[in-house]
């Protein structure tokens, strides 16, 4: 295993794991208060935090990328945790969200050709399909409840076209900042933006009861540093689609950590889904092949890696650097070099990086 597969394979399992632990905290923290207070006290804290980093670092953020996060932080944390945070605070169980939740990879699918450049396959298709299949067996159990308003159930479904639009942002605009860096940028901007909303409409407290304290620190440390720190680093390593594609493993671990915690069973059902969601999550992030040029011997390895060897692989032939990747281009049109530039600018020059 490369180095760079080992690196993809363990910011992908950390973030299933920290995301799963927001779902944890909010059923923590809200038995103590409500959803928007909890969210400004978590912000609170990891704002605070932020600002220390980014006063040790000091680092150089352009205005458009500063922009950028600012509505990243709007979209992915204001929108999609204040709507999720919520729902879960007026009854919709975590079973029900993570399955409106688990649309999302549907929908990243559904523009990511389009809109991002991202060409996804038929085997890919058929995993999103078998994710949603798993999730909802996972879920089911929690399906029969159905209670409140069907207006209710707006919320996650709000909060995850947040995370949709924010997800495609970021693809769209490829910010520069290092993922430390936006971490602590969009963690400024949602404290200003929760506490806000909590001082408006009156639900800003301050709570006697200690496991309140542990539920904000619990979403601070694991949700925040690791759940939104890692999902930034996987949107740069493995692209939006294939991210989206570990949403189908939260509502299983979710599941776990809530009967460790909880002390909440599984049923068996629950477990062929958790199966299931594995199955799917391993056809969707299943190396690519791509040829070199016109009968070429297929490269495995992600996208940028195999249209790098290509190119290297055609120099070796002694074609010319743009057209061996022209070669790659004709073979797979989905695959273009980034901004359409020559991967490799002349003899003796370094090949761009992906």
Sequence with gaps: MTTQKALTLAAG????????????????????TNAFDLLAWRFLVAGAIAAAVLAIRRPRISRRDLVTQAWMAFLTQFVYLGLIFTGIDHGITAGVTALIGSLQPLLIATVAGPLLGERVSRRQWLGLLLGLAG???????DLHAG??????????????????????????????TTSLD???????????LFAALAASTGRMSVPAAPGFYGAVFW???????????LYLVNLKLSGATRISSLL?????????????????????????????????????????QVRCGDGGTPVAGSAGESRLAC????????EQPDRAAAATRRRNPAHVLRDSRPAVRGAGQSVADE
Excluded: N
């Design 147 to 176: 209670h409140g308003s069907a207006l209710l159930f707006l919320l996650p479904i709000g909060g995850l076209l947040g995370l949709v639009a924010g997800t495609c942002l970021d693809r769209l605009r490829k910010p520069a």
């Design 248 to 288: 189908y493993l939260v509502p299983p671990t979710t599941m776990v950590f809530a009967f460790l915690l909880f002390h909440e069973t599984i049923g068996g059902l629950a477990v062929v889904g958790m199966l299931v969601c594995a199955a799917a999550v391993l056809l969707i992030r299943l190396g690519q």
């Design 135 to 141: 999730v909802a067996l996972v879920v089911a159990e």
């Design 182 to 192: 936006a971490l602590a940028v969009q963690s400024l901007a949602s404290a200003v």
């Design 13 to 32: 399992t950390g973030f299933v794991v920290f995301w799963s632990c927001g779902f944890i905290g909010a059923r923590w923290g809200t038995q103590y």
């Design 219 to 229: 979403l601070v440390l694991l949700a925040t540093g690791g759940g939104w720190g």
């Design 311 to 318: 190119v290297h692989r055609g120099a070796a032939r002694g």
